[in-house]
């Protein structure tokens, strides 16, 4: 199928990479840019999935690059195809993350604390030096870094994520300071959003999980993929160093 073919619309002319996409909150915005004309490279740990991912995007649009997203290499290898296959790379997502353990942190295992840290805030950072040099710094772009409500306040039972999508929040900041003007930096603190990584939260319980949000329901992957979309838009051009929480207006009965 050629691009005539696909329905999508006119190449922007703009490149994205988005960590993490294979399915979820980054699929959510992989299919978001690639549905307004954007190419887009996505990285993941399953090259099978990937694979089925670039498929159903529009393999004339989007490529997929396995790896881990703490790993040094797979930062470069993944950087250094989005320069050989688009020729540039304008956009970064940083969405990749995990959170492996569920209780106090009184108790939590500092190797897991590490790997937390190394998969959620250090690979976003290498990401964003290496698109930086690759191609930011001389032409400038955008960067949205996924963080979580998790990371604005106290969160039990998961304090290690929340704690390292604090530290994203912050890193947004420091990042749109040092790299403006040519490169706004924001992020989004999405509350529970329907994917298989937040599934803990809100299997077979959904409705009572949904019952304090004022919207009434949970997210989806589209909802972050259109608020990404748009911060990484000219519309969001007088934008940087925000964190925009998308949670179904969660945080308003914070104090209830």
């Known amino acids: 199928m050629t691009e005539q073919d696909s329905g999508l ?70 950087v ?12 970064l997502v940083n969405n990749a993350g995990t959170n492996p353990v569920f209780g106090p942190i009184a108790d939590l295992d500092l190797g897991v604390a590490r790997k937390v840290f190394e998969t959620n805030v250090v690979s976003a950072l290498g990401f964003a030096q290496r698109t930086w040099h690759a191609w930011q710094k ?10 979580s409500i998790a990371g604005l306040a106290p969160s039990p039972f998961i304090g290690a994520y929340g704690i390292s999508k604090a530290a994203m929040v912050n890193l947004t900041q420091q990042l749109a300071h040092e790299f ?41 992957p589209e909802d972050i993929g259109g608020a990404a979309a ?9 934008i940087t160093g925000q964190n925009l929480v998308v949670d179904g207006g969660l945080f308003l009965n914070a104090g209830v």
């Open 9 to 78: 619309p006119e190449p922007t002319g703009k490149v994205a990479l988005v960590t993490g996409a294979s399915r979820g909150i980054g699929y959510g915005i992989a299919e978001a840019l690639v549905a307004r004309g954007d190419r887009v490279v996505i990285t993941g740990r399953n090259e099978e999935a990937l694979k089925e991912a670039a498929e159903k995007l529009g393999s004339d649009r989007v490529i997929g690059v396995a790896g881990k997203a703490h790993d040094e290499a797979h930062q470069g290898i993944a």
């Open 80 to 91: 250094e195809r989005a320069m050989e296959t688009f020729g540039r790379v304008d956009y």
């Open 138 to 147: 001389d032409n400038g772009g955008a960067i949205v870094n996924i963080a």
């Open 180 to 220: 403006a003007p040519g490169v706004r930096v924001n992020s989004i603190a999405p509350a529970v959003v329907k994917t298989k990584f937040a599934a803990a939260l809100y299997e077979n319980r959904e409705e009572e999980a949904a019952a304090g949000y004022p919207l009434a329901r949970l997210g989806v």
């Open 230 to 238: 748009f911060l990484l838009s000219e519309s969001a051009g007088w």
